[in-house]
């Protein structure tokens, strides 16, 4: 036992398993899985009605995007509504919670006159406000990008305050024997210095803002990733529903995969960032 | 500090108490239908007539078994499966790989399907709030178990500790910081997925709460629900945070009080 | 080499400081502190971690108001950080949004110098520090030296009279330290500056300065001042040095 696990460890440490990359591991993985799914569905030991087989799968998922699920609409037109609130919620909650942020940090009594309010109302579940914004805003999109809005704004709030107040003092007293005026140090040391930080703040959101949204669209609309697999639950189709879920996985690693890149593209000195806690 | 910390907790109980004065106010202009927009008097006399007590405790009773329950579930089933994969490399790499292809699928977008699988009753909605927990945890541990400080497991080795006593003497207890965040942001997920799960399926709990108010036009109430749930989140957050966190890790927090 | 009393720069007079609410005891960081500094004259203020010398020179940078006392500069009262003061810091403080150059370039962009300006000076400091060819690299790219070498170009970009050090090579290895150490004598040769300089090294102290302030801890004031007069380059193991390094070690225990 303790001669296989040495060698376990000593093989984990490059990163070969029985002579195989960890990558191909991986894919053998999958495909073992998939082929086993296969194979026990035809054979009839997993209920076609709770796990349909991947060639069913596959088949809906032509469908999806073709013809549509419910009466013609397609798996774009869901995805497009999906994406289209997100982005407004996001953009409107990040104009408003940035500057409120830097504004709050710079300030210690501010930080502490709001510090009790922005505890609660992050601790507020969101989706606990649907109802709230249905009652008044009515069941349009309105109500859902307020809410989506409302979900990314505390997150990037906390994290663009905490970004203010964490900058190095030594920056701060670098630029002011460097001659920097008091608008000069906001826009030339503080704000740069903060930014990693924000940004940290906004991938959070945007995977908040990614989580309510499937939840609000399963309440009052037709149109949208949420809806789609809702509707799967009216109809009983674990198909649709499994369908349905594969993309929204898919549309959640492209969003953090591209914000990823975002932040390399334009914080291209900001390496080695310390994971923020929510 | 004495002076300017004095001025901060001014500061904070005025910024609260300014925020409920300003909803009074707006509320008492009746700018808004006040059925609509109730003040925060409204709110109270809402609580104390609309929702009797021992409903109200059987609510919340319920919610908060769902989570106990499911949070406990993906908890235990997260650091279980977390340290395996973390110390016999071969299987985590087998393991890890379903686990990071379902991670991006968010928890309340397994609804309908649980709802399929298992119905309309509680199992449906622990399912949600297991799988809330089980991913941060899972995830925390793993990496907690990785990225162990090697000088610590061979300072161990030397004194002789091997196989399982080393595992469990030694490497769990030097992941256990990053277990524990991983079970503070699990279990504000869990809340999280339990009040979705009870919104959008389930007719008993806090979530049922709201929902049922809004369809009996009792704004009031839903206003009520909505703070009590923030409430209770805050609560609970605390309660895991010091008393686990503090007191259990204090080793984890250096230098002075 | 003595200085002579006209050309005094800079005058420390019962300087005390007091961090708010603290305990007495504890807080109280300096207490009635006097030196006078001269122009172009290196002193250095050396003594064990928390004895004060960073809070002193931070009194001087103007970053920090004294509680009592005062500090002159050619005659006049400080009124927070001058452009007559450059400082350079123990992690070097350089900006890691901006490249080596356009963070030498920051103190003369603030103050509004063309761009062409702007760049020809720094240029010339890449050039003095003997960092040509690294203008355009982010600071994570460069060694500990290095980012001290640039440290040392973005202040005396505004051409200040005074440099302020506060222990800039402590966060170096020891060899780099004495590179540096060598580095930093060439640069004050070339460009005469006052210098005023803070370390936990009796030896750096030695090998750099004119005169050594030694300063004692909990409350921090002179305890003793030495004249070290040894021509330069100086040699760590020469027995002057030695015996420079007995009577200060002596004096901080």
Redesign the interface.
């Known amino acids: 036992m303790k001669k296989s696990m040495k060698r376990s460890i000593r093989h984990a440490k490059n990163g070969h398993i029985f002579g195989l990359s960890e990558y191909t591991v991986k894919i053998i993985t999958v495909a073992v899985l998939v082929i086993l799914w296969e194979f026990f569905s035809r054979i009839g030991y997993i209920n076609p009605l709770h796990l349909p087989r991947p060639s069913k799968l596959i088949a809906t998922l032509w469908e999806l995007m073709t013809v549509g699920y419910p009466t013609g609409i397609t798996v774009w037109v869901h995805i497009n509504a999906t994406v289209w609130r997100i982005l407004q919620g996001y953009f409107l909650a990040a104009c408003l919670a940035i500057p409120m942020g830097l504004i709050i940090g710079r300030s210690y009594l501010l930080g502490r006159a709001t510090n009790s309010i922005i505890t609660f109302a992050r601790s507020v579940a969101t989706i606990s406000l649907l109802p709230l914004a249905i009652a008044w805003f009515g069941v349009g999109e309105v109500s859902r990008v307020l809410l989506i809005a409302y979900g990314c704004y505390w997150a990037i709030l906390t994290n663009t305050i905490q970004g203010v107040k964490q900058v190095d003092a030594n920056f701060i007293n670098a630029g002011k024997m460097l001659g920097a005026s008091r608008r000069q140090l906001f826009f030339r040391v503080i704000l740069p210095a903060t930014l990693p930080r924000i940004f940290a703040g906004m991938k959070i959101a945007l995977g908040v803002g990614f989580m309510v949204i499937v939840a609000v669209e399963m309440i009052g609309t037709i149109k949208g990733l949420g809806a789609l697999i809702q509707q799967a639950r009216f109809y009983y189709s674990s198909n649709i529903a499994i369908n349905g879920m594969i993309f929204i996985g898919i549309l959640g690693l492209l969003i953090s995969i591209g914000l990823d890149w975002l932040e390399r593209i334009m914080l291209p000195w900001a390496v080695g960032l310390e994971e923020v806690k929510r | 500090?004495?002076?300017?910390?004095g001025?901060?907790?001014w500061?904070?109980w005025?910024?609260?108490i300014?925020?409920l004065l300003i909803w009074q106010i707006i509320s008492m202009t009746r700018l808004i239908n006040p059925s609509?927009?109730p003040g925060p008097m409204g709110v109270v006399n809402a609580a104390l007539h609309d929702v009797p007590l021992n409903r109200l405790l059987q609510h919340v009773g319920i919610s908060l078994l769902r989570v106990g329950l499911g949070f406990s579930i993906g908890t235990a089933a997260g650091v279980i499966i977390g340290v395996a994969s973390g110390w016999?490399?071969?299987l985590?790499?087998?393991l890890r790989?379903?686990i990071e292809?379902?991670r991006?699928?968010?928890p309340?977008?397994?609804?309908?399907?649980a709802?399929?699988?298992l119905g309309l009753g509680e199992s449906s909605k622990v399912l949600i709030i297991f799988l809330g927990a089980f991913f941060p945890v899972v995830t925390n541990t793993y990496k907690g178990m990785v990225n162990i400080d090697p000088n610590i497991i061979r300072a161990a080795q030397i004194l002789g500790l091997?196989?399982r006593r080393l595992l469990l003497r030694v490497v769990v207890p030097a992941s256990l910081p990053d277990i524990a965040?991983g079970m503070?942001?699990g279990w504000?997920y869990s809340?999280?997925c339990m009040?979705?799960a009870e919104?959008?399926a389930a007719n008993s709990g806090?979530?049922y709460l709201?929902?049922n108010?809004?369809q009996m036009g009792q704004?009031a109430v839903?206003?009520y629900?909505?703070?009590l749930?923030?409430?209770i989140?805050?609560l609970t957050?605390f309660v895991i945070q010091e008393v686990i966190i503090k007191r259990k890790l204090r080793w984890q927090f250096s230098g002075a009080s | 080499m003595s200085f002579r009393n006209s050309d005094i720069e800079v005058v420390v007079r019962h300087v005390s400081k007091q961090f708010p609410g603290e305990d007495p005891d504890v807080g109280l960081a300096l207490h009635n502190v006097n030196f006078t500094v001269s122009t172009n004259e290196f002193v250095t203020i050396v003594g064990r971690s928390g004895c004060g010398k960073s809070t002193m020179l931070n009194i001087i940078a103007g970053l920090l108001t004294p509680t009592e006392g005062e500090v002159l500069i050619n005659g006049r009262l400080i009124d927070g950080p001058g452009l007559d003061r450059g400082m350079v810091f123990q992690y070097s403080g350089l900006f890691p949004w901006l490249t080596a150059i356009e963070n030498i370039e920051f103190g003369p962009r603030n103050v509004g110098k063309s761009k062409a300006e702007r760049r020809a000076l720094a240029q010339g400091l890449i050039e003095l520090v003997h960092l040509k060819g690294f203008e355009n690299k982010y600071p994570r790219e460069l060694s500990g030296g290095m980012q001290q070498r640039v440290a040392i170009a973005r202040a005396m970009a505004m051409d200040p009279e005074i440099l302020l050090m506060d222990e800039p090579f402590g966060s170096l290895d020891q060899l780099t330290r004495e590179d540096m150490q060598r580095e930093l004598l060439r640069i004050w040769e070339s460009r005469k500056k006052t210098v005023l300089f803070v370390t936990h090294g009796i030896i750096e102290a030695i090998y750099l300065s004119d005169r050594i302030l030694v300063f004692n801890p909990n409350p921090g004031f002179v305890r003793k001042e030495f004249v070290v007069d040894l021509p330069r380059p100086r040699q760590k193991s020469s027995p002057d040095f030695m015996r420079y390094y007995e009577e200060i070690y002596e004096a901080i225990h």
Do not use: C, K
């Open positions: 500090m004495s002076d300017s910390f001025r901060g907790l500061a904070s005025a910024g609260f300014t925020l609509i927009f016999y490399r071969q985590g790499s087998i790989t379903p292809l379902i991006p699928i968010p309340l977008a397994w609804i309908p399907l709802i399929i699988w091997r196989g965040t503070r942001v504000s809340f999280g009040v979705a919104l959008i806090l979530g709201i929902m108010a809004r704004i839903i206003v629900g909505v703070i749930i923030g409430v989140n805050l957050d």
